[in-house]
């Protein structure tokens, strides 16, 4: 179905990536490990690469596939993409998949299936989720990845590689966490290329294997209760090791429900339909801290999420609602009043050394109840390693006398201010 796709003029992949991702991908760009593995598997097989789509696959081009190609055109200026465009290969599989390789050149490869298979506007998406990944600087550490990945199928990583010295395996599980997050951001690429919340859905349930017999009756409303299910209480920290590089190697496509669960997320909470919106020096101007410092953006997410939960729970609102109003305490600093969360005072980041090199995060929150300051606690299951820790974090904890840090989100001075003051009772909940 052809549609009118808005040009998102400005567009950057600052303006949609995933806190997790960028973070994830600054410990990568400071680890001289990874640049090392870059250039001894990726440049190698560069050349491989493109020998290989081209002896197997097939071009995309405008001559041979006009209708997909109008599709892919359509998709990569809705992104801000500029001809040439990434070259566009489809390769036969019985899977709905798609990939971006490539080392200096990205390459876009979908399968024969998911082009058979997908809808006009769910191929906008799985093809926008491309995109993204070229958008975002993906593509090498990717294709890294994935040479890992084929790597282990074979002969092992002790082994090593093309007659190369054997794989740093310190490496192997930085990469992976990385991997997880980086498709958070791409499935963000594929919706703004697609234009169309259902479509996504409707993509991301047959890549996890909506039998094809009932297409006619697919209903992506269905499909959300699940990400409920899953999204509640999910610590994404923990969900790292259950997608090593071994178990990744055995699972294509991977991760499909954890993957919709946060798409949701940022549609719930308004980011997506403001980005879209807006104009291009909005665009310019909505890029997020995460430019200069990803890991106190991630640290930011951690505690919207936590809270977002927590206030659906406390004050009975729907999660989108919560959602769109912890977004816009934290990041348009709105006041709360005459909303459900108008009786949250103060909500602050604590950070406590826990033994060598670890820290705990918890979000410690004061609320009116009955006229009455409480005070909650809530853990942050952020990672503990001190490295990982946001670098004004860092300096505050070096600065300390007790050696904690604060970091303040939210205050509604005169609510407080307002209110009795006798000993406040403290209750934890763990997330």
Known sequence: MKIDLAMLAGLSAANFAHPSDQAALARLAASPCIDELVGKLVDLQKREIERGL????????????????????????????????????????????????????????????????????????????????????HVRYGTLTHLLVQIGRSAGFATGHAGQSAVDLTAIPLL????????????????????????????????????????????????????????????????????????QSHVMPPRIVERAAELKRWIDDGSYDELLAADEPTRRTMRPSAETDPQYADLI?????????????????????????????????????????????????????TGAGTLAYHLSLQLARGGQPVRIQLDLPYPSDHACAPASIRRELDQSSDGSATCILHSARRAFASLRRPRSREKSLRT
């Not at 566009?88 to 990939?99: D, F, G, K, M, R």
């Not at 697609?194 to 297409?215: I, S, V």
Request: charged share 20%; aromatic share 8%.
């Open 54 to 137: 081209i002896a197997s696959s097939i071009n995309a081009t405008p001559a041979i596939t006009p209708r997909l190609h109008g599709i892919y055109r359509d998709v990569a200026r809705a992104l801000g993409f500029e001809e040439p465009y990434p070259p566009l290969y489809i390769e036969h599989s019985p899977v709905i998949n798609a990939c971006t390789t490539g080392a200096d050149q990205p390459y876009v490869c979908a399968t024969s299936t998911a082009v058979d298979t997908l809808s006009e506007d769910e191929l906008r998406f799985v093809l926008g989720h491309e995109l993204g990944h070229v958008l975002a600087g």
């Open 301 to 353: 997410d951690t505690a919207t999420r936590v809270l977002q939960q927590w206030s659906a729970a406390e004050f009975r609102i729907p999660t989108p609602e919560a959602a769109r109003l912890v977004r816009q305490m934290f990041t348009a600093k709105a006041p709360m009043h005459d909303t459900p969360l108008e009786r949250l005072l103060r909500v602050e980041i604590g950070v406590v050394p």
């Open 176 to 247: 992976m966490s990385w991997s997880r997050r980086a498709e958070y951001t791409a499935d963000r690429g594929g919706l703004l290329a697609c234009q169309d919340t259902d479509a996504a859905f409707r993509a991301l349930m047959k890549m996890g294997g909506y039998p094809a017999q009932f297409e006619r009756c697919i209903d992506a409303s269905v499909f959300l209760e699940q990400l409920e299910e899953f999204d509640h209480g999910t610590v994404p920290i923990l969900l790292d090791p259950l997608f090593s590089l071994g178990k």
